[in-house]
């Protein structure tokens, strides 16, 4: 079973490459970059556009739209509600990531107006971020907090993973240390990665553009959730390897290399995934 | 008479490094900051600030204005119209990069609007952008229109690049595989570059910053943009020969480091030109 | 004495890699994406939100706050006062880097009233910058008015540093060739740094990210700012010996390098710190 969701990884990355899928980004102003050139690197198209006057032209003319709310602001919100409609009215994918939810009345305000008005397909955070929309109760352990999170075990993670999903109807994607992904029925643990990848900023917003570049290619969307956080993953190792030790500047630049060279190949030979269902 | 327009190339690229242009760049926030750091590695100045309450006021103060719709925006539109008013004024150059001309109807419109309001003295578009400008209908032929467009050969190209400058009067540069640039009357045919440079995002706008700095080092505005073409293409080569098998984030830098160590003996030897007239 | 402050430097490095104070930037979008990778490296952790609705908010979670009016925006402006109330409320460090105080009348306007309605502990800027700021009369030298700033001497400087500082209430940093630092009572001079960092983007951005990390994990502001300021001036004399010759590329890569791998060691080999009372 674990082989046959290899395969379709890098079936799909396949798929990425040839069908070049254009992926329109509603993003912050951080990472943004990074977000573009890590869908060219992987052999998508990246889009920008925010302004409520073209949002949703945008959106019609791409395989699949990113909400990502980073930097929110008011202006820019409504336009990511005008992509998000015209997204489920045509049947495009939209992988949305709530940076910091949790953090502001703000954010929690628009996580929670936005998943209300669209439809999403894919939901990717961090575990306190996915625990604040599952509206659990965030134990508040000070500054480790996130060690405590990992130390819980991957059981509570994927019962809050696949209770999320199944209420959302979407796949979830908690990633860390260990990253999960649910449908609500199916479960995928994937174990690829390196600490280091949280010393680089927009790792995870990368990570959420592979997500919709790869849902862009095919129809599977849990399959695209652990496509494009196997890709981050093992492309992590591999930077990890080649510039680790020279330091984390280095290191993002080989992260956007090692997303530029990858293949199905590679894929086999380094994919760590557990799957249950 | 290629050998003349080298070494003019060359001699203004001296220029830039003295006279250090302050290039005054309107832009998207998606590639922002690979324009100013390769407006400092060619020896200009870059600067970016796009409020309507002082547009205006650093366009006086600079040698150059970049209008650059790649996320525009109902607030910086109005601020572009402003700068680029003011640099027509004061007789600065200001180069346009209709980024995604043709994708929306606000691009369509904002673009139609600048080239009213604001007398533009380097268009720089590709095939697609610079064709919508020119009103031609588009032939849609699916996923390989680019490859198309190459195709149909560089005289298609010619009349429609020299038209559009005669129609505009001004000097019009479509990137693409090969390059071409009119002033309506002159043309040059440029063919350096790599195809990897279409897999780093902002390597079209990193040019049009560059033609903005040598327009604001010399009054030939043509003779800007073959160089500003020239510069990108050539380091694009180099940029490839050192990192083209590393990876597009370590190719992207490289690119960078090319321009910096720009000099007039690489252009001699590296600048492949064809001119008529 | 200066012994006594390179060990209180790297003890505050060392306290920054413990605390991870969270540096909340409002800052402009040509350079956050390296602001957030230097806090990073450094061992802080960035977050940035510029949003009224929110700034205060998350500033009420932050160690320390930056305003940075790079690309400031009547919409943002508000949002740096808010944020700015709040902190002074918290007793929470303040950073504000005056990015181009003297260009518009925006600018001027801009950073007049953060000065008047937010208590700044941090003021770093150039020499022009804070010349402005003093209210002195920046004598207009053309082209080389930057040389002529730095052959005009130090003993000039500290004396607009040392009353600025008196002026305002605060730690005045005037960064160039030679940085000055000064509390009003206390002065340094640092003599770290290469001039290779004026040719890439954002270094003196990060200077002030770096300040408001320092900042936030020690009380003594004079301490932080000077922290800064050499993490950046050694990090940049270890980046240029490793990428100098390169280019500016993979110079701007290795000053992120050569942050992340900091420590008490380098710091106690490597500070030029002359300090008076």
């Known amino acids: 079973m674990e082989k046959e969701i290899v395969i379709k990884i890098s079936n799909l990355l396949n798929e990425v490459r040839n069908k070049k899928p254009l992926v329109h980004n ?21 889009i920008m556009a925010d302004d409520i006057k073209e949002a949703a032209d945008i959106t019609k003319i791409s395989s699949a739209l990113v909400i990502n709310i980073g930097t929110l602001n008011e202006r820019t919100i409504e336009s990511m509600i005008a992509s998000g409609k015209m997204a489920n009215e045509l049947n495009l994918p939209v992988v949305f990531d ?3 939810a949790g ?32 509206g659990l109760e965030v134990s508040t352990k000070g500054v480790d907090a996130s060690e405590s999170d990992l130390k819980s075990g991957n059981d509570e993670g994927i019962k809050i993973c696949k209770n ?4 959302l109807k979407c ?10 992904v649910s449908d609500g029925k199916r479960v995928a643990i994937l174990e690829n990665g390196t600490k280091m990848l949280a010393n680089v900023t927009g790792t995870g917003c990368m990570t959420t553009s592979l997500i919709a570049a790869f849902c862009g290619a ?25 510039a680790g030790e020279i330091g984390t500047g280095s290191f993002h630049i080989a992260i956007i290399d090692a997303i530029s060279n990858l ?15």
């Not at 703000?106 to 575990?127: C, D, H, P, S």
């Not at 999320?164 to 209420?167: E, G, I, P, Q, V």
């Open 103 to 134: 953090a502001s009345e703000f954010r929690n305000a628009t996580t929670k107006r936005i998943l209300e008005e669209v439809k999403i397909n894919v939901l990717r955070g961090n575990m306190s971020e996915i625990k604040f929309i599952s």
């Open 263 to 277: 293949n199905s190949e590679i894929i086999k030979n380094m994919a760590k995934v557990q799957f249950y269902s």
């Open 218 to 242: 095919g129809l599977d969307y849990f399959i695209g959730a652990v496509s494009g956080i196997t890709a981050m993953g093992v492309s992590g190792e591999i930077a990890f390897e080649k």
């Open 98 to 100: 709530p940076v910091g």
């Open 26 to 46: 509603i993003t912050n102003y951080v990472t943004v970059n990074d977000c573009a050139n890590i869908l060219l690197a992987l052999g998508a198209s990246p």
């Open 164 to 167: 999320l999903a199944d209420k």
């Open 171 to 180: 796949t979830v994607a908690i990633t860390g240390a260990t990253d999960i």
